[in-house]
């Protein structure tokens, strides 16, 4: 990954609700990108989606596609599911893993760390999303952080972090107006902190350069504070993502920073 490059992930979330949408999106997503240097966007449909989304984007050096999600464990007889070696074979090479609303059906911090592993085995990068469900006064939210990132990274070697993404995304900021998104005094602290969490357990050296991007409602309104003062290194972006004309403004003003 060329990591000068900002990081933006379009997470579509179950939208929209039918393919000519989703082409459309993702056409002017292309367009909207042309001449963009600094930029890096990861597309992440429904999976019902994909292989024409990723028709559409092509050997772009400025658009990817990602998946929502993966099937971290072995079992073919599973119902419903996909696992990371299907994701690979259609050259997938970033999956969200541990969102919020995946975490909310029961997938615990255990389930993460396999899904973790199985993407980097298959050679694909987990944007791995950890984030505190509300803050209080006393500061124990920094321990649920914590306690998600390391459990979350369990069967992670040192050599593979580098392999990953780490998406911060507070559950209590996910959907809100962008008046109620993290303020990025806060934000920036708890990047440092994520920083030291991944130094004490992987050492300095591999943990400084893991990109850090921020999630819950990210707009064109804080899009440039969020970035700058929280020393992120991109963004991920949920409802803003499917208005192409909002995102596209998201999109000019990251470059222009
Ligand atoms: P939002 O979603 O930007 O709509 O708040 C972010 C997310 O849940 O990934």
């Given at each position: 990954?060329?990591?000068?490059?900002?990081?933006?992930?379009?997470?579509?979330?179950?939208?929209?609700?039918?393919?000519?949408?989703?082409?459309?999106?993702?056409?002017?997503?292309?367009?909207?990108?042309?001449?963009?240097?600094?930029?890096?966007?990861?597309?992440?449909?429904?999976?019902?989606?994909?292989?024409?989304?990723?028709?559409?984007?092509?050997?772009?050096?400025?658009?990817?596609?990602?998946?929502?999600?993966?099937?971290?464990?072995?079992?073919?007889?599973?119902?419903?599911?996909?696992?990371?070696?299907?994701?690979?074979?259609?050259?997938?090479?970033?999956v969200i893993v541990g969102?919020?609303?995946?975490?909310?059906?029961?997938?615990?911090?255990?389930?993460v760390?396999?899904k973790v592993?199985?993407?980097?085995?298959?050679?694909?990068?987990p944007?791995l999303?950890?984030?505190?469900?509300?803050?209080?006064?006393?500061?124990?939210?920094?321990?649920?952080?914590?306690?998600?990132?390391?459990?979350?990274?369990?069967?992670?070697?040192?050599?593979?972090?580098?392999?990953?993404?780490?998406?911060?995304?507070?559950?209590?900021?996910?959907?809100?107006?962008?008046?109620?998104?993290?303020?990025?005094?806060?934000?920036?602290?708890?990047?440092?902190?994520?920083?030291?969490?991944?130094?004490?357990?992987?050492?300095?050296?591999?943990?400084?350069?893991?990109?850090?991007?921020?999630?819950?409602?990210?707009?064109?309104?804080?899009?440039?504070?969020?970035?700058?003062?929280?020393?992120?290194?991109?963004?991920?972006?949920?409802?803003?993502?499917?208005?192409?004309?909002?995102?596209?403004?998201?999109?000019?003003?990251?470059?222009?920073?």
């Amino acid at each position: 990954m060329n990591k000068n490059k900002k990081i933006l992930v379009a997470n579509w979330k179950m939208n929209p609700d039918n393919i000519s949408v989703a082409r459309s999106i993702t056409e002017n997503l292309k367009k909207a990108l042309r001449r963009k240097k600094k930029i890096k966007l990861i597309v992440c449909p429904p999976f019902i989606f994909m292989s024409e989304v990723a028709e559409i984007i092509g050997n772009s050096k400025t658009l990817y596609l990602g998946a929502q999600d993966v099937f971290g464990g072995e079992n073919k007889t599973t119902t419903g599911e996909v696992n990371a070696e299907m994701l690979s074979n259609l050259n997938i090479r970033y999956v969200i893993v541990g969102h919020s609303s995946r975490r909310g059906t029961c997938e615990t911090d255990e389930i993460v760390a396999d899904k973790v592993l199985s993407s980097i085995k298959s050679g694909i990068t987990p944007i791995l999303c950890i984030g505190e469900s509300e803050r209080d006064e006393n500061g124990r939210f920094y321990l649920e952080v914590k306690n998600q990132l390391e459990k979350s990274l369990a069967k992670v070697k040192k050599d593979n972090l580098s392999k990953i993404i780490i998406a911060y995304e507070p559950v209590w900021a996910i959907g809100k107006k962008d008046s109620d998104a993290i303020n990025s005094e806060n934000l920036h602290e708890m990047v440092i902190f994520i920083k030291k969490v991944l130094s004490d357990r992987f050492g300095v050296e591999n943990s400084l350069n893991i990109p850090i991007i921020y999630g819950g409602s990210v707009t064109k309104r804080n899009v440039s504070e969020l970035t700058l003062k929280g020393e992120v290194s991109g963004l991920l972006v949920g409802r803003e993502s499917l208005k192409i004309d909002n995102f596209t403004e998201v999109i000019n003003i990251l470059e222009s920073i």
